[in-house]
């Protein structure tokens, strides 16, 4: 336990981003149905204790925190008999938060993390209770598939729920009035793609005389995690997603295969021409959802809806027309598979130290699910979040649900409309278009392979090795490393630990696979 903790606290600095439930989740926003909340559950697993479970809770703040006790969480508090004390965390300092909780070992009943190097070290440490052999006396734990449970496995064991969320999130949304103004069709292959980023980026489409719009734009974030914009344009091409892997076990990293270079050649050579952003490598993705919403951009690949990029960005063009399209390349339809979550909530052992408290905190984790619960941390209440009009309920104040009811449709469990869901709330064609897009990703996604394999090198230095590359490939695309640059920071990567990483990889699977 000691070396355990010992090697948490040295990988603590290493963490990287731990959440991305701040994320858009418009997708989880169709869910409909007459909330009932306060009725009471009366379908979940009886307990003996009647006084209402304590239960602290420290999540992500991604915007304004709900104020305590709001009604809201009173809802929540008395169909699920519980007390409620949520510890909001701002994004900014979460990992850093998260990690000297985990060391200092004072921790609340249930912690959101993510699958990251020093969090899958904790797990191993012990720290927190695993959940899989619990699974099978909660219904609603129990009916959903499997595939969400085995991507946060760690040594084949459960250690927390995942805050559910679609596996093939990405979509193409794109300006659909400059691409009829100007000729243009969705680009599928690499040369599409940079001759319409040109002709947007040289050809005024906003007809406003000026030379500021762009095809596309790169935050700083651009090739980091499953919202890697390079992973996602090479797996079109035909690229792996993060991770390749042969019949013999022996595996390959993204950034080591010819779909993956032709990726980012296409990328230095848009930069070398001023085709993309120049300060994309300081730019927060604050400020590319401004320059969308203001109407200078013509495609974006993401994982929100294609409407609620409409609603902003009509406000400041109201002739805009956005459209939605699956990720078709060279190679098909082929879409980077995500994790299938917005988080792990975790029990630590330190703060819940009976097997029955244990139960009491799985049955409110259930009760979540159920469709009384699901209908109101996805619309919110009935008469002050939405209304019901015939087989649809229809929002009532949207301001109100971003800062009322979607703090807690992004921390708690729920799965929208594909589970427990009566009456849908009603939406606009291009958001079911958009939804439909998403579904059907489920036939396309394209796997990790590496994804819950345990490799001691990414254990320690993970995080390092990853930053050496994403580096390099920033200073490849800015011109500041040529060919011979770039495959000499891969050797560099490859003694600092990547062959290792490599072998260790194939070893994991290999065993799996035994």
């Given at each position: 336990?000691?070396?355990?903790?010992a090697?948490?606290?040295?990988?603590?600095?290493?963490?990287?981003?731990?959440?991305?439930?701040?994320?858009?989740?418009?997708?989880?926003?169709?869910?409909?149905?007459?909330?009932?909340?306060?009725?009471?559950?009366?379908n979940?697993?009886?307990?003996?204790?009647?006084?209402?479970?304590e239960?602290?809770?420290?999540?992500?703040q991604?915007?304004?925190?709900?104020?305590?006790?709001?009604?809201?969480?009173?809802?929540i508090?008395k169909?699920?008999n519980?007390?409620?004390?949520?510890?909001?965390?701002?994004?900014?300092?979460?990992?850093?938060?998260?990690?000297?909780?985990?060391?200092?070992?004072?921790?609340?009943?249930?912690?959101?993390v993510?699958?990251?190097?020093?969090?899958?070290?904790?797990?191993?440490?012990?720290?927190?209770?695993?959940?899989?052999?619990?699974?099978?006396?909660?219904?609603?734990?129990?009916?959903?598939?499997?595939?969400?449970?085995?991507?946060?496995?760690?040594?084949?064991?459960?250690?927390?729920?995942?805050?559910?969320?679609?596996?093939?999130?990405?979509?193409?949304?794109y300006?659909?009035?400059?691409?009829?103004?100007?000729?243009?069709?969705?680009?599928?292959t690499?040369?599409?793609?940079?001759?319409?980023?040109?002709?947007?980026?040289?050809g005024?489409p906003?007809?406003n005389?000026?030379n500021?719009?762009?095809?596309?734009?790169?935050?700083?974030?651009y090739n980091?995690?499953?919202?890697?914009?390079?992973?996602r344009?090479?797996v079109m091409q035909?690229?792996?997603?993060?991770?390749?892997v042969?019949?013999?076990?022996?595996?390959?990293?993204?950034?080591?295969?010819?779909?993956?270079?032709d990726?980012?050649?296409?990328?230095?050579?848009?930069?070398?021409?001023?085709?993309?952003?120049?300060?994309?490598?300081?730019?927060d993705?604050?400020t590319?959802d401004?320059?969308?919403?203001?109407?200078?951009?013509?495609?974006?690949?993401?994982?929100?809806?294609a409407?609620?990029?409409?609603?902003?960005?009509e406000k400041?063009?109201?002739?805009a027309?956005?459209?939605?399209?699956?990720?078709?390349g060279?190679?098909?339809i082929?879409v980077?598979?995500?994790s299938?979550?917005?988080?792990?909530?975790?029990i630590?052992?330190?703060?819940?130290?009976?097997?029955?408290?244990?139960?009491?905190?799985?049955?409110?984790?259930d009760?979540?699910?159920?469709k009384e619960?699901?209908n109101l941390?996805?619309?919110?209440?009935?008469?002050?979040h939405?209304?019901?009009?015939?087989?649809y309920?229809?929002?009532?104040?949207?301001?109100?649900d971003?800062?009322e009811?979607?703090?807690?449709?992004?921390?708690?469990?729920?799965?929208?409309?594909?589970?427990?869901?009566?009456k849908l709330?009603?939406?606009?064609?291009?958001?079911?278009?958009?939804?439909?897009?998403?579904?059907e990703?489920?036939?396309?996604?394209?796997?990790?392979?590496?994804?819950?394999?345990?490799?001691?090198?990414?254990?320690?230095?993970?995080?390092?090795l990853?930053?050496?590359i994403?580096?390099?490939?920033?200073?490849y695309?800015?011109?500041?490393?040529d060919?011979?640059?770039?495959?000499?920071e891969?050797?560099k990567?490859?003694q600092?630990?990547?062959?290792?990483l490599?072998?260790?990889?194939?070893?994991?699977?290999?065993?799996?696979?035994?």
């Amino acid at each position: 336990m000691k070396k355990r903790m010992a090697l948490l606290m040295g990988g603590a600095l290493l963490a990287t981003t731990v959440l991305s439930a701040c994320g858009s989740n418009n997708e989880q926003n169709a869910a409909g149905g007459n909330t009932d909340a306060a009725k009471g559950n009366t379908n979940s697993p009886a307990v003996e204790d009647t006084a209402p479970l304590e239960l602290s809770i420290a999540v992500h703040q991604a915007a304004e925190a709900p104020a305590k006790g709001n009604p809201m969480e009173q809802a929540i508090e008395k169909y699920t008999n519980t007390k409620l004390s949520f510890q909001w965390i701002p994004n900014s300092g979460y990992d850093e938060k998260i990690n000297v909780m985990i060391a200092s070992g004072e921790l609340p009943k249930i912690l959101k993390v993510s699958y990251v190097p020093n969090i899958i070290s904790a797990m191993q440490a012990d720290v927190f209770w695993e959940l899989g052999p619990y699974l099978q006396d909660y219904k609603n734990l129990a009916a959903q598939p499997e595939t969400y449970y085995d991507n946060i496995k760690v040594d084949g064991k459960l250690y927390g729920l995942p805050v559910f969320r679609n596996v093939g999130r990405a979509a193409l949304q794109y300006r659909k009035d400059w691409f009829d103004e100007s000729g243009l069709q969705v680009p599928k292959t690499l040369d599409d793609w940079y001759n319409v980023l040109k002709a947007v980026a040289e050809g005024d489409p906003d007809k406003n005389g000026k030379n500021d719009t762009y095809g596309f734009m790169l935050d700083k974030n651009y090739n980091q995690n499953v919202f890697s914009t390079l992973t996602r344009l090479s797996v079109m091409q035909g690229g792996p997603n993060k991770w390749g892997v042969d019949d013999q076990g022996n595996f390959t990293p993204e950034f080591m295969t010819p779909e993956f270079t032709d990726t980012l050649n296409l990328f230095r050579k848009l930069y070398a021409e001023k085709l993309i952003n120049q300060d994309f490598a300081v730019t927060d993705s604050q400020t590319v959802d401004k320059a969308y919403e203001a109407g200078r951009v013509a495609l974006r690949i993401s994982g929100g809806n294609a409407q609620s990029m409409q609603s902003n960005l009509e406000k400041v063009v109201p002739t805009a027309v956005m459209d939605v399209v699956g990720l078709e390349g060279s190679a098909g339809i082929r879409v980077p598979a995500e994790s299938g979550n917005a988080g792990i909530l975790a029990i630590p052992k330190s703060s819940v130290q009976s097997e029955a408290e244990l139960k009491r905190i799985m049955t409110f984790f259930d009760q979540l699910l159920d469709k009384e619960m699901v209908n109101l941390i996805n619309k919110g209440i009935e008469g002050t979040h939405y209304t019901v009009e015939g087989d649809y309920t229809l929002p009532l104040d949207k301001d109100a649900d971003a800062k009322e009811v979607k703090p807690y449709r992004d921390t708690l469990l729920q799965r929208g409309e594909s589970y427990n869901m009566d009456k849908l709330m009603k939406q606009t064609e291009l958001f079911e278009k958009n939804n439909k897009v998403v579904t059907e990703n489920e036939k396309y996604v394209v796997t990790n392979p590496a994804l819950t394999l345990i490799s001691n090198t990414f254990t320690e230095r993970g995080s390092e090795l990853e930053q050496m590359i994403t580096d390099a490939e920033t200073k490849y695309i800015m011109g500041k490393l040529d060919e011979a640059g770039w495959n000499a920071e891969i050797e560099k990567w490859k003694q600092a630990g990547g062959s290792g990483l490599m072998e260790e990889y194939k070893e994991a699977y290999l065993r799996n696979k035994k």
